[in-house]
């Protein structure tokens, strides 16, 4: 019996031991490239100014970001996931059956999909058509859908110039990616006769598409390389590298904060980030965190991050996300439909 009672005490200090392994001070987070310049200075921030240090963030994408977010509950799973456009009801399903049950949506505001090229060229102006029909992988001609066959601007447009279509994007994990085919692609298509009014997204693989990662900067670095290639990132990152960066518009708009805000500029969309409040009892800081992105010094008209490239929302949107993060408001399946 005393052997028993011993082996009964030993087994639960090691549950204690265990359970207390599993509180940490580190927020990690994971999500969207376009989020993730505002989730760093956010970051950097909090472990400046807290008695935390600061949270690990790691750039996969939106997908990506969902994929772990959802994956269930623990240490080795992340407590917050950025995205660049709001969660797909079938994640929002993988995240129920995988148990993770109580989320809170954190709308922070604003970005636009910047179509740009290097500054040493003249700017060029387009049509969600004209980019349509130079990255779908099919396009209508004579009626017909066929292999897109445009090798050159010029040959979509004649007023466009001579250069050879190359386009340096984000790939199918992305939200950048989900938006562009939502408000480009499909936009597009489902005005055209020869789609039958379904939205057509699938992009060329010939090599005038190329898929250049989650990190945006790296679409940047390459579009320095190759000065006849355009790029499609973030509006926030044009905004940094504006000395050796022109965006196109877009039907007509510029990208500009006003125009992106306003929603006149036509590839915008809204970004969040989702926390895992089953996490809030292990992990104290993240509750913390999120107050801090949330606040006015960083989201508002006058904050931080608009510096930095974040387009704010209205004060009374900004207001209605903020009680949502600070009363752990949890996030419904209808919600997104």
Not at 294 to 303: N, P, T
């Amino acid at each position: 019996m005393n052997r028993i009672l011993k082996t009964t005490a030993i087994a639960a200090a090691v549950m204690g031991v265990v359970g207390v392994a599993q509180a940490r001070d580190q927020v990690r987070i994971v999500g969207s490239s376009t989020v993730y310049p505002f989730s760093s200075y956010v970051a950097e921030e909090f472990g400046a100014t807290t008695d935390f240090p600061t949270p690990v963030i790691e750039s996969t994408g939106s997908g990506g970001g969902m994929k772990l977010f959802c994956s269930g509950l623990g240490d080795d799973t992340p407590d917050i996931t950025n995205a660049s456009r709001r969660m797909k009801t079938s994640e929002f399903e993988t995240c129920e059956a995988n148990g993770v049950t109580d989320i809170t949506e954190a709308f922070i505001g604003y970005d636009g999909i910047a179509f740009a090229q290097s500054g040493d060229n003249e700017a060029m102006d387009v049509t969600r058509e004209q980019i349509f029909l130079a990255l779908a992988a099919k396009v209508p001609v004579d009626g017909e859908l066929v292999d897109n066959p445009y090798t050159k601007w010029s040959d979509i447009d004649s007023s466009l110039p001579d250069r050879e279509i190359a386009v340096y994007g984000p790939p199918t994990t992305s939200g950048t990616r989900d938006a562009f085919a939502e408000l480009v692609m499909e936009a597009v298509s489902e005005d055209m006769e020869a789609y039958g009014g379904e939205g057509y997204t699938d992009v060329r693989a010939d090599g005038a598409f190329i898929d250049a990662g989650e990190n945006d900067n790296l679409i940047v670095q390459r579009l320095a390389e190759n000065t006849d290639a355009f790029g499609i990132f973030g509006y926030s990152f044009l905004e940094e590298n504006s000395d050796t960066l022109i965006g196109s518009s877009i039907d007509g708009v510029e990208p500009t904060p006003d125009a992106i805000g306003s929603g006149e500029y036509p590839v915008s969309r809204s970004m969040f980030f989702y926390v895992k409040n089953q996490h809030a009892e292990d992990v104290p800081a993240m509750y913390e965190y999120a107050n801090m992105f949330m606040s006015e010094q960083m989201v508002g008209d006058l904050g931080y991050l608009k510096g930095i490239g974040l387009i704010p929302a209205p004060e009374d949107e900004r207001a209605e996300a903020r009680s949502a993060v600070e009363n752990h408001e949890t996030l419904e399946l209808a919600d997104l439909k």
